[in-house]
């Protein structure tokens, strides 16, 4: 098939290619024949080899077996493995034909392998991490948890401190540096220091806490009473604010002994634990005995208002009662189930270790994050018979845990791909009809170390979509950079971003409104009704919101949405449980929340069915739905369809975390401006239009001296003295009515450097200029050639450009001049001034017979 004689281009091309890796041996050698004397019996079998060069049964053409008994096989003796000199070269084969192709690069996968362990993460520097492995079951609990009764005797102890009571637990802030500086693996290289700062260390009423693991962030613990402990959270790191999560261990305590704890510096003015939400116990000796794991507990729950503050904003407190199940046991409390990075990690081994799936899920990285932790992106889809088939395909993007506390979202994002990659006809369909793009997690490094909002930038990554900042904000940025490519290439259907909520109850979703087509009005609303119609009992479609607010143009959902994407969600699933049907008043178990990415594949069947019959009566059925609303929010009937357009005017704000404070540009950026330079204020139009508006009211004159070589006076080296004055926009106007055009002075040294800071158009006026005063003593003859000191120029507007550009020839008005000063000693005939030109080369004209003052010509040519 290849040899030297082929005159098909594409053959000579992969012939030299094959020759280049060595695949041929011998004069007139065939890659066929040198793949069949592989499979002669008598040869080493070389596994490299048989990895490279693979291909299905009965592929050898008939033709080319007639070609080679015609030629003599050439006497091959040869290891295979010293046959290919490379391990990048794959060979597919099209109708006999083999296609070479390169081997995808082994380092874009980076899934670490089953004896890899979790320590291989990259933390900040300055992190103390314990050298254990944190892992919990899975279970979900026989029926659902009810939420928590209230007595109207709860307690609500105020903040102790340490003055007043027993620190038991207290490690550094792990913010030695107001910025993020640098990762290493495992953290901190030194000695782990004893969290342990009690005193009465080996009293045996003392719990031992711990939370410098992955994803923990208790930052202290004070002992109040004899089994009441007072609580502190960390902080997002580089942050002072973003305390709702909470998740650390627990040890060396009794049971039948009701302990209190108390989170003593939330910052939220409400949460879910007044509407009944219960806080989170595993037991790792339950789980070992009885395979129990996560499941509600608490007693005596309330959140309310501590009278503390921090920085003038106002704390908040949780407190609730607990008896722990077993005496000396190991446990976890906890805000919400945990989804560790380590867990996604040993999730994604499953999937690449299964070659059923791998088959039609590819895992890369996207990029890495700002310590170096690897963002996987998934893709997902059947195998397609060519080309064309493979490009019609539509493409779905999801995403998840861009807010590292909401973990609930990676559990909606493991029962999707659960479903996605299983083997029901709904997952084939799906995979044969859709590309699908995943992210499982957009912030790893905020999930590492125990954030509950922000990346290590400081910052709310939901709220830099639209970032140029690549380097500050990889993970958005490379997120926002793979759909626009997408996009380029074929249309996508849904973008939905997995998120918590610690507000409401239910699992709802946000959207974004159409307005400009009329024809598409509601069409944003359908996917989201179709899901609760499949989710009765935890989907809400009446907590759904589609207002596109400023303040959230940075969120994924806004910048997807502009960037093309019509069906672009947020859905939220909260931190409580549901109040419908039969699931009212109880809490979500994670095998709920995985039901949810159950629900969205089968929602997006019904979305895309090519029968539109569910479509239009959900159209329908909005038309019904937000009429009434409107008729109940508005007082007043609405008989066509017109004001439908502007229902999400009357929605309420989607607001269920405010991050405003968390936006802006990354803290090491600003570190290095603030120390460089001084930190430039930006003035608002009514600070510059006062400020103009006073500079007109001024009238006294600027002063500034320069020193002209080649004056023909007998006094060289003379001083010029200029009096500059900025008129005002109502100067200008006042001088149009006047018929006076403002003029332009160009003034310079011999350096060849304009008086102007930059080349752009300027408008002055030059008043009272005088050569020559008295009172100023006469220099020595030592010449120095200085340049104008650049003026403080008042840009024009655009009608006073047009104006001045399109004024030609230009009338020239007289100014006062010093009647003393001999003024054709500065003349040149001949010449035209120039930009960078010196007094001397200036041509000038006269004004009026008997005044002495020139000026240039040529009023349009740019500074």
Same mark, same amino acid.
């Given at each position: ?16 290619? =094959? ?14 024949? =040198? @793949? ?12 490299? +080899? ?8 009965? *592929?050898?053409? $008939? ?22 000199? $490379? ?18 690069? +082994? ?71 107001? !910025? ?5 693996? %495992? %953290?901190?290289?030194?000695? /782990? ?39 502190? #959270? ?27 704890? *108390? /989170? ?177 997690? #957009? ?12 990346? +290590? ?7 830099? !979509? ?11 940025? !490379? ?7 997408? @996009? ?101 178990? $994670? ?52 004001? @439908? ?21 990354? @803290? ?46 007998? $006094? ?34 011999? *350096? ?12 002055? /006026? ?65 010449? *035209?001034?120039?930009? %960078? ?27």
């Amino acid at each position: 098939m290849f040899n030297k004689t082929s005159r098909d281009p594409y053959e000579k091309f992969i012939l030299q290619h =094959l020759r280049h890796y060595g695949l041929f041996q011998g004069r007139g050698t065939s890659f066929l024949q =040198l @793949l069949s004397a592989s499979r002669e019996p008598g040869l080493r079998h070389d596994p490299v +080899l048989s990895d490279i060069i693979s291909s299905p049964a009965g *592929t050898e053409d $008939t033709n080319m077996e007639e070609e080679e008994e015609e030629e003599e096989p050439p006497s091959v003796s040869f290891h295979l493995g010293k046959v290919i000199r $490379t391990r990048q070269l794959l060979f597919d084969f099209d109708g006999g034909r083999p296609v070479p192709r390169l081997r995808e690069p +082994l380092n874009l996968f980076s899934i670490p392998s089953s004896s890899c362990s979790p320590h291989g993460i990259r933390w900040p520097i300055e992190c103390d991490v314990i050298k254990e492995d944190v892992q919990h079951i899975e279970w979900d609990p026989p029926e659902p948890e009810p939420f928590n009764q209230f007595t109207g005797q709860e307690r609500t102890p105020m903040p102790v401190g340490d003055e007043k009571g027993n620190v038991v637990f207290c490690i550094d802030p792990a913010t030695k540096m107001t !910025y993020f500086s640098d990762s290493r693996v %495992g %953290g901190s290289r030194g000695p /782990i220091k004893n969290a342990r700062a009690c005193a009465n260390r080996e009293d045996e009423t003392l719990l031992v806490f711990e939370s410098r693991f992955e994803s923990g962030n208790l930052q202290k613990a004070v002992q109040v009473g004899l089994y009441d402990y007072e609580l502190t #959270l960390r902080c997002d790191l580089y942050t002072n604010k973003h305390t709702q999560w909470f998740y650390f261990q627990v040890r060396r305590m009794k049971s039948g002994v009701t302990y209190r704890f *108390t /989170i003593a510096n939330l910052m939220k003015a409400s949460s879910l634990y007044s509407a009944g939400m219960r806080p989170l116990l595993y037991s790792e000796r339950a789980a070992r005995l009885k395979g129990k794991g996560w499941h509600r507990a608490g007693t005596n729950i309330r959140y309310y208002r501590n009278y503390c503050e921090q920085e003038g904003k106002a704390l908040y407190s949780l407190t609730w009662t607990l008896q722990f199940p077993y005496d000396d046991d190991t446990c976890y409390l906890a805000h919400c189930y945990p989804y560790t990075y380590s867990q996604l990690q040993r999730y994604l081994r499953g999937v690449v270790s299964d070659p059923a799936k791998a088959s039609y899920c590819k895992i890369r990285v996207l990029c890495r994050s700002l310590a170096g932790n690897s963002v996987y992106v998934l893709t997902v889809t059947a195998p397609s018979n060519s080309w064309q088939e493979s490009r019609s395909k539509r493409a779905v993007v999801v995403t998840a845990r861009v807010h590292p506390g909401e973990t609930n979202g990676s559990w909606m994002m493991q029962g999707f791909l659960d479903f996605l990659l299983g083997d029901s006809p709904d997952a084939r369909l799906l995979r044969e009809t859709f590309i699908f793009k995943v992210v499982p997690m #957009l912030n790893p490094d905020g999930v590492v170390v125990g954030n509950y909002r922000c990346s +290590l930038s400081g910052r709310d990554l939901n709220r830099n !979509y639209r970032t140029l900042l690549r380097e500050a904000f990889p993970c958005v940025w !490379y997120t926002r950079n793979m759909v626009k490519r997408l @996009l380029d290439e074929r249309e996508v259907v849904l973008y939905c971003d997995f998120h918590g909520h610690s507000r409401k109850n239910n699992v709802f979703m946000y959207g974004c409104d159409t307005r400009d087509d009329v024809s598409l009005r509601l069409h944003e609303r359908v996917f989201p009704l179709m899901m609760s119609k499949n989710a009765t009992d935890q989907f809400s479609f009446r907590s759904c919101k589609f207002k596109v607010q400023k303040s959230k143009e940075g969120t994924g959902r806004i910048v997807m949405w502009k960037l093309g994407i019509r069906n672009s969600y947020t859905m939220e699933s909260t931190f409580g449980g549901s109040t419908l049907g039969n699931r009212k008043g109880t809490h979500f178990s $994670t095998r709920d929340l995985k039901r949810m990415g159950y629900y969205l594949c089968e929602t997006l069947l019904d979305f895309c069915d090519p029968d539109q019959t569910k479509t239009e009566h959900c159209l329908a059925e909005l038309r019904a739905l937000l009429k009434q609303d409107v008729r109940q929010k508005l007082g007043r009937e609405v008989d066509s369809d017109g004001y @439908l357009g502007n229902l999400s005017d009357i929605e309420s704000s989607t607001s269920g975390s405010n991050s405003t404070e968390s936006d802006g540009l990354p @803290l090491h950026f600003m570190n290095c401006s603030d120390q460089g330079r001084k930190k430039k204020v930006l003035r608002t139009r009514k600070e510059r239009n006062r400020l103009r508006k006073g500079a007109a009211q001024n009238t006294r004159p600027k002063v500034f001296y320069t020193n002209f070589e080649h004056l023909q006076d007998p $006094t060289d080296g003379d001083m010029l003295k200029m009096r500059h004055h900025e008129k005002t926009t109502s100067d200008v106007k006042e001088n149009k009515k006047r018929q006076k055009v403002p003029f332009v002075v160009r003034l310079s040294s011999q *350096t060849g450097r304009s008086g102007a800071p930059h080349p752009i158009a300027c408008i002055d /006026i030059i008043d009272h200029v005088t050569l020559w005063e008295d009172k100023i003593k006469k220099r020595q003859t030592q010449h120095h050639a200085l340049s104008v000191p650049p003026v403080q120029y008042r840009y024009p507007s655009v009608a006073t450009l047009r104006d001045w550009t399109q004024t030609t020839p230009v009338q020239l008005y007289p100014m006062p001049f010093n009647p003393d000063i001999k003024t054709q000693a500065c003349i040149k005939d001949g010449q *035209t001034p120039q930009v %960078g030109s010196s007094v001397d080369d200036i041509k000038l004209f006269p004004l009026m017979e008997g005044d002495g003052l020139w000026i240039s010509e040529d009023l349009t040519q740019e500074v």
